[in-house]
């Protein structure tokens, strides 16, 4: 089954861009969710089939899916969007998590 | 509005079995759209996948856990259940449960879209 690699820590500054990966072989072959969570709470899917965001979820969240990497971009980041993410595909009849990244807003 | 809420004991010792439940509120579990799972995640740690079932009874299991894990399903009681044998302290975690959404777009489209608060366990003596 996939291993899905992302970086543990990704820095943005407020209004800026947060993009965060997650690397898997052929991972542009399945789809990616992403998954919020903040501390305390339980995750949130803020994106599922590689770009579609739930309802709720606001615009500056978009996901792309090609080749070996998955991106999720935050645009205008805001200090509510720190938080850690999770990368997670569905392979050979399991759910494979990424080790998560924690995002920082500073 | 669907609601998941977990039940069952916050301490289990080693050796014994952890057994949770995962109340379904507002929604039916016999949905066959839907696949119902668990998800956990020790103390500063990642997400861990343990499972999921169907209502019909029909599971998936994380390879690494499968032989220790029974997940199982009341659709009288809008409930379903997980049993994980022989706990150990690395069984220590936040317990998950979660609704996920299953269809096929030119392939698996798998994402859990409504959790639990989730449910601290701890494996201890």
């Known amino acids: 089954s996939s291993e899905l690699t992302q970086p543990p820590s990704v820095s943005v500054s407020p209004g800026q861009t947060a993009s965060i990966t997650c690397s898997g072989d052929?991972?542009?072959?399945?789809?990616v969710c992403w998954y919020q969570q903040k501390p305390g709470q339980s995750p949130e899917v803020v994106i599922y089939q590689d770009t579609k965001r739930p309802s709720g979820i606001p615009e500056r969240f978009s996901g792309s899916n090609s080749g070996n990497t998955a991106t999720l971009t935050i645009s205008g980041t805001q200090a509510m969007d720190e938080a850690d993410y999770y990368c997670q595909v569905w392979d050979s009849n399991t759910v494979v998590f990424g080790g998560g990244t924690k995002l920082t807003v500073l | 509005q669907l609601q998941l809420q977990e039940s069952g004991p916050g301490l289990v010792k080693p050796s014994e079995t952890l057994s949770l439940s995962c109340t379904v509120s507002?929604?039916?579990?016999?949905?066959?759209?839907?696949?119902w799972g668990w998800i956990r995640q020790p103390p500063g740690k990642g997400l861990e996948w343990i499972g999921n079932i169907y209502y019909s009874g029909s599971t998936y299991y994380n390879p690494s856990l499968k032989s220790r894990v029974t997940i199982s399903v009341n659709t009288s009681k809008n409930q379903f259940s997980l049993k994980l044998i022989s706990a150990t302290a690395t069984d220590t975690a936040v317990y998950y449960c979660?609704?996920?959404?299953?269809?096929?777009?030119?392939?698996?489209?798998?994402?859990?879209?409504?959790w639990g608060k989730g449910t601290t366990v701890t494996v201890s003596s």
């Open positions: 979660a609704r996920t959404p299953y269809s096929y777009d030119r392939g698996v489209v798998w994402y859990m879209d409504v």
């Open positions: 507002g929604g039916s579990i016999s949905s066959n759209t839907y696949f």
């Open positions: 052929k991972l542009g072959n399945q789809y």
